[in-house]
C-alpha cells in the first residue's frame, strides 16, 4: 500500500517562501515519477509541478514556474517542492501524490495519470 505524507505547510507573508516535503512509503520509490498539485476553496485541483523518477526531468505549471522547484532525494523516498516569491494566489491545499504506473511524459501534468494521494498540507499566504 502506498502511503504519502506532507509536511511543511503554514502562514507565510507575500514575498516569503516555504519548503513543502513528502515521504513515500509501500513500494520502490525510484522508479516512479512524482507530483505536486494544489486545491484552493471553490476550485478545481490543479497541477503544479512533477518530477521524473531519476529527478532530472521536471515540469511546472506556469503560474509557479520561475518561483517554485520541485526535487526528490531517492535515497531517503522524498519529494520536497521549494516554493519562494510566494502570492496569496498560491493559497491551497498542497498535495503530494504519486502514479500507479512507471514512465514520464506529458500526460504527467494530468491529474488522471496519478492514483496515489496524500492528506495535504495547507499553504496560506497572507497580503
Known amino acids: 500500500q502506498v502511503q504519502l505524507v506532507e509536511s511543511g505547510g503554514g502562514l507565510v507573508q507575500a514575498g516569503?517562501?516555504?519548503?513543502?516535503?513528502c515521504a513515500a512509503s509501500g513500494r520502490t520509490f525510484s522508479i516512479y515519477a512524482m507530483a505536486w498539485f494544489r486545491q484552493a476553496p471553490?476550485?478545481?485541483?490543479?497541477?503544479v509541478a512533477a518530477v521524473s523518477s531519476s529527478g532530472v526531468t521536471t515540469y511546472y505549471a506556469d503560474s509557479?514556474?520561475?518561483?517554485?522547484?520541485?526535487?526528490?532525494?531517492?535515497a531517503k523516498n522524498t519529494v520536497t517542492l521549494q516554493m519562494n516569491s510566494l502570492k496569496p494566489e498560491d493559497t491551497a491545499v498542497y498535495y503530494c501524490s504519486a502514479p500507479r504506473t512507471t514512465g514520464w511524459g506529458i500526460d504527467f501534468i494530468w491529474r488522471?495519470?496519478?492514483?496515489?494521494?496524500?492528506?495535504?498540507?495547507?499553504?496560506?499566504?497572507?497580503?
Open 64 to 74: 509557479v514556474k520561475g518561483r517554485f522547484t520541485i526535487s526528490r532525494d531517492n
Open 16 to 21: 516569503g517562501s516555504l519548503r513543502l516535503s
Open 42 to 47: 471553490g476550485k478545481e485541483r490543479e497541477f
Open 112 to 127: 488522471r495519470t496519478y492514483d496515489y494521494w496524500g492528506q495535504g498540507t495547507q499553504v496560506t499566504v497572507s497580503s
